[in-house]
């Protein structure tokens, strides 16, 4: 039996050597000595546009000495929901997400606080527009750095020949590449006579009255056209007023002039009704005329994308942004908010939007007259309008201005929508009324 | 001095020998082997099933926020919502409708294959299994463009007759025809399969006496086939009741609960309550309503299961 016996003597000899070698030790900056971070990015439907994230992300991490990982999650599924939903409940996975519209203020409890980087970035950038902060802050919590990858605008996109032979309205001429809009006469009512004429001509308008996130988009910006809001800012219920009656009325006067299959239109129903050349006009990002311009191409040289009708109320166009967000249970928060102010750098968000096609749409009013929006085409110019660039339309989500915890309710259950379907279908105007405000009700529960 | 002692103590060395003993014998009980074969199931089980069904339970009992303790809160709420009940109804139109298809497509069908020569038999088996073995996501996907609203294949093809086009997806009733005929078409080959593998067992000694007696082909199938079968039926549309119940992708894909929420079904609502409108609570709530109502179901169907059994 072997025994090894320690004195006192060589403990602390040994102890004393030990913490000299270490002291003495010069420090080494390992490849990675500022830790990890790990993030979740929405994953683009345009072939190579991750990648421009991806290189930045690098170009980031290298210099600041960070090892990073990216998983691309897709929406189609609602992949990225279901993710946001299992991450909130473990509090446990990326550092850094991607949170669409509302996410950000359904897990604002659980999200860091990011006002401290957004005031310069704002500085930088420009202001942001109204629904970014209506979305993107609670109290005066930002709740996350408004992403430019995958936020639109889906206004509408227009046939030139068709509009110009069956409406005799000239889109162009009226949202000219180069210069200010010269839409004044692009009302609701002109909207409305033009819808009749591409429907009398077999070419009508392809609005979807389904539930997805393009038909409930194109509902709310008309609600907001005249006014009419189902819930106020203050949480109060606000269904049964003229406005909200006006908008249904002139909703139901529209179904009239659409395909009369749109009560199932998905988000995809629109984005065929255009590329197959059956419409006159549709209410969508530009991705609809880029899968055109591969594949139609006779049909996307005929596209342009302009502002939405004005209403009573004025000219809304539906504004979807995304948010980078840091989780507050992230261990490396201060290099999540580095990497975030690096992202929007105006030369990285040109970087991200060129990768897209000019698809993805910066929120800052500096950034709305990048050269990608002026060069795009079939045809040249096709894309100038699609960013605002002379803010002539208030950007906004259907569903606002209500406080978003209920806006998000009434937006995914699609109550606008199934408003106007219902009243389409011949139930009294009060009962509709009725109805969509037992939902605003079941809606309030905290 | 501190003292640093490297040899294993060899104290007690005496029990571990006799503890020994008593696992090997342990272990060689088949009750044991049996057990050990199946706890890597039943650890998947519990990791995967009973967890996640504690946990629902759970956030069922909170708020919103899922910051406060609401009991049955969530309950009383949903009690109150006409598209709660419009759900409920919906879900048993659907369920109940789908399976009894499904059972009686299933029993002609098995009777055709079983009628078929031995030879041949296979092939036939094989290929009416098709819509069964295809993920359900993938095959609704191609009854989605089936059913296309603008481009239905369907309405093309009746167009030459005349007929349409139909909106199958676009008007409530149609939209439930939908659903429930895909549900049919997919789960239609496994009452058949199912149905097929009693129908051999029966003996064929019956059929003889059967037809000794002069009983004719609905005396045969109803004296003979059915009661050597329930048993089979009831295990089978319990199953299937269960799970059509449960049934998320072929509504979600086809429908999405529209038009007008007329075919949402529990999980899809719960879906959309829970996943899109960040409400996970009342997701959860609606998800576990569908427990009681297959619980009673499963009771009826396994007490009778279990008389048949025990007259047997």
Known sequence: MSRKKLTRRQFVAATAMSSAALISAPYVRGANAAGKLSIGFWDHWVPGANKASTDLVNEWAAKEKVEVSIDYIPSQGNKNLLTIAAEAQAKSGHDIFAMPTWWAHSNADQLENVADIMGPIIAENGEVNGTVKYLGMSENKWLGVPACVGSQIKGPCSRIDLMKKHAGIDVQAMYPAGSEPKADDWTLETFLKAAEACHKAGVPFGIGLGETTDNVDTAGAIFLSFGAQLVDAKGNLTVKTDAVRQALDFYKKLIGFLPPDVAAWDDASNNKWLVSGRGAMIMNPPSAWAVAKRDAPQVAEQCWTHGFPKGPKGRFAPYLPYFWSIWNFSKNKEAAKSLLVALSKPAAIEKMVNASGGYDLPAYEKLTTLKVWQEEGPPKGTLFHYPNPYKHQTLSIAASPAPPKIAQQIYAQATLTKMCLRYHQGEAMEKTLAWAEGECEGFMRS | ?312
């Not at chain 2, 759900?87 to 059972?103: H, R």
Request: aromatic residues 14%; charged residues 15%; positive net charge.
């Open chain 2, 1 to 312: 001095m501190a003292d640093v002692a490297l040899q294993p103590d060899s104290v007690g060395a005496a029990q571990p020998v006799r503890k020994r003993s008593g696992l090997k014998k342990a272990l060689k009980r088949k009750s044991t082997a049996a057990f050990l074969m199946t706890l890597p199931l039943i650890i998947l089980i519990a990791l995967l099933v009973l967890y996640p069904a504690f946990y629902s339970l759970h956030l069922a009992t909170l708020n919103k926020s899922m910051q406060r303790f609401v009991g049955l809160g969530n309950f009383e709420f949903l009690f109150k919502r006409d598209t709660f009940w419009l759900v409920v109804k919906q879900s048993c139109i659907f369920a109940i409708t789908a399976v009894l298809f499904k059972a009686l497509i299933g029993f002609i069908v098995a009777h055709f294959v079983h009628n078929i020569p031995a030879k041949g038999q296979r092939k036939w088996r094989g290929m009416l299994l098709v819509p069964w073995v295809i993920p359900p996501a993938m095959s609704t996907l191609a009854w989605l463009w089936l059913f296309d609203p603008s481009y239905s294949a369907f309405n093309y093809t009746l167009s030459f007759f005349g007929i349409g086009p139909i909106p199958w997806t676009g008007d409530a009733d149609w939209a439930r025809f939908s659903v429930i005929l895909v549900n049919v078409w997919y789960g239609a080959p496994f009452f058949m399969i199912m149905y097929l593998a009693s129908l051999k067992s029966v003996p064929e000694q019956l059929y003889e006496a059967a037809a000794i007696d002069g009983a004719n082909w609905w005396q045969r199938i109803w004296y003979v086939t059915l009661p050597m079968m329930r048993n089979i039926i009831a295990i089978t549309t319990l199953f299937s009741l269960i799970v059509t119940f449960a049934n998320f992708d072929i509504v979600r894909i086809l429908t999405a609960g529209g038009p007008l929420d007329h075919t949402h079904i529990f999980a899809t609502w719960a879906f959309r309550i829970g996943i899109e409108g960040s409400d996970i609570p009342l997701g959860a709530s609606v998800s576990l309503f569908m427990v009681p109502i297959l619980a009673v179901a499963a009771i009826f169907i396994l007490r009778d299961v279990n008389k048949r059994g025990n007259e047997s």
